[in-house]
């Protein structure tokens, strides 16, 4: 068990630019989720999958928004067009079936 | 629909008194409880977790908590805190409603530790 790994940790961009996030779960979770956290807030759901399927995506989460789990492993998450409301960490956590999310460490994003 | 709430946004404590951080949910079923724990700069590493059964919850450090039905509670507890306490606290609740497991965090209580 190496852990929910993210890549990369930190990440500063202009805005109007397009950034993709990388997470890899812990090999045998069939859950994966994406949630933000601006700070002094708690984590904000954004997405979840199970295996290769994006089941449920947040209605407060804009088309700029896109995110992947193509072969039911790593995910991906992309932002286009970046915005300074964009800035935030984006952390990746992952489950199997109905045990607890365990977290990476985020990634943090800083759009200039 | 899905809510966490912590009333308390920051709460002080001496090291070696006890702690208790409130959490109130609402959820339309039988909910999935958890408490995490992120120092700065850092993920959420799980404390404690509750599915169902007694409904007192052991978890690491030496924290609990217990699962009030009648209240929506969900209240976190540790009998001496340590310094090494200090960070921010987040309670969760989640599980199946509609088809789908999805989480839904509270806004966090931040704990310092006066030596």
């Known amino acids: 068990d190496t852990g929910v790994s993210q890549d990369p940790r930190h990440k500063i961009t202009k805005r109007g630019q397009n950034v993709t996030f990388r997470c890899d779960p812990i090999?045998?979770?069939?859950?994966l989720y994406w949630y933000r956290q601006t700070l002094g807030q708690g984590p904000e759901f954004l997405t979840y999958?199970?295996?290769?399927?994006?089941?449920?995506k947040s209605r407060l989460l804009s088309d700029r928004f896109s995110a992947e789990r193509p072969k039911g492993s790593f995910s991906t998450l992309e932002i286009q067009r970046t915005e300074q409301g964009d800035s935030a960490m984006y952390l990746c956590a992952s489950s199997y079936s109905n045990s607890p999310l365990h977290f990476g460490n985020g990634t943090r994003l800083t759009v200039t | 629909a899905q809510s966490v709430t912590q009333p308390d946004i920051h709460i002080t404590v001496s090291e070696g008194a006890s702690l208790e951080l409130r959490c109130n949910y609402s959820y339309g079923a039988t909910p999935y409880l958890f408490w995490y724990v992120q120092s700065p700069g850092q993920g959420l590493q799980l404390l404690l977790k509750y599915f169902s059964g007694d409904t007192l919850v052991q978890g690491i450090k030496g924290f609990e908590a217990e699962f009030k039905r009648s209240q929506s509670s969900f209240n976190l507890r540790k009998p001496s805190v340590h310094w090494s306490d200090a960070a921010e606290y987040f309670c969760?609740?989640?599980?199946?409603?509609?088809?789908?497991?999805?989480?839904?965090f509270g806004t966090g209580t931040r704990l310092k530790v006066l030596a």
């Open positions: 969760a609740v989640g599980g199946a409603t509609s088809g789908t497991y999805k989480y839904i």
């Open positions: 999958f199970q295996n290769e399927a994006q089941l449920e």
């Open positions: 090999s045998e979770h069939n859950r």
